[in-house]
């Protein structure tokens, strides 16, 4: 499998605004978007793009094509 993409997910939505609200279940963590005013979960272990990309629609973020592995 590939490495996870999480550390660079989250470092984009923290940049973004978007703030860490608590832990969820499992390896799950629970977002607020200030631009969305929602919350959304963010799983831990994300290996692929469409992941990525379904929590940055969420998150009322553009996709992140040009970044690396996103």
Not at 1 to 13: C, N, Q, T, V
Not at 43 to 60: D, M
Request: glycine content about 8%; hydrophobic content about 35%.
């Amino acid at each position: 499998m590939g490495a996870s993409l999480y550390r660079e997910l989250a470092d984009l939505l923290t940049k973004s605004g978007c703030k860490f609200v608590r832990q969820a279940k499992g390896s799950h963590e629970y977002w607020n978007s200030p631009i969305t005013n929602r919350f959304f979960v963010v799983p831990s272990n994300i290996e692929k793009r469409h992941t990525a990309n379904a929590v940055l629609k969420q998150a009322g973020l553009p996709k992140a094509s040009d970044t690396k592995g996103c």
